[in-house]
């Protein structure tokens, strides 16, 4: 009888320390998910509060950040882009610009431009007196009012060039081809024209 008292005060020994043990695991284990669910739900709760404001003191810095819509400051897509004007900046003499008014002539007196494909350039207003531009390529070429007195053009190809207002005295213009330029207003006084294929 003894024995069989002490072994059900052990049993009920047994049995508060086990279910004690597992009470506090169990408080354990939910005061840990309460922890971890805290934050997600305090978030939501800020979420779905359109009242709050920064000034609140519940809500922290790092909350209000996540809450703000990112603002555009960028152009907008649609802008239309305005296309810069190319500048196609040539420093060679090669490619001489017309000069502005008050700018001084160019002078290119005296060059050798013999057989030289010069097509596309713009000489107007240069100093071209007694260049050597004998079977030169100057097909289209701008000369307007170009100095060109006593040069030499024998054979050259002036086929559609501007030369209105050109100073041609005493230039050599024999076998040169004139088809189609535009002489309006040049002087020829003693230019040899001999063989040249006139406008």
Do not use: C, F
């Amino acid at each position: 009888m003894h024995k069989q008292n002490k072994k059900q005060k052990l049993i009920i020994t047994l049995a508060t320390i086990l279910t004690g043990t597992t009470l506090v695991a169990g408080v354990g284990i939910y005061l840990l998910l309460k922890s971890v669910e805290q934050p997600t739900t305090q978030l939501e709760a800020i979420a779905s509060d359109q009242t709050l404001t920064k000034n609140s003191d519940k809500i922290p810095d790092t909350v209000i950040n996540i809450q703000k819509a990112p603002v555009e400051t960028s152009v907008p897509k649609d802008k239309p882009q305005i296309d810069k004007p190319q500048i196609d900046i040539e420093t060679s003499v090669n490619r001489a610009t017309p000069p502005k008014q008050n700018q001084p002539r160019k002078n290119l007196g005296g060059v050798n431009w013999e057989g030289k494909d010069l097509r596309g350039m713009n000489l107007s207003n240069a100093d071209m007196g007694g260049a050597n531009l004998a079977r030169a390529n100057l097909s289209g070429v701008n000369l307007s009012g170009v100095n060109l007195s006593g040069a030499n053009l024998k054979k050259a190809n002036l086929r559609n060039a501007n030369l209105s207002g050109a100073d041609l005295r005493g230039t050599n213009l024999g076998n040169a081809n004139l088809k189609g330029a535009n002489i309006n207003a040049a002087r020829l006084d003693g230019a040899n024209l001999t063989g040249a294929i006139m406008p």
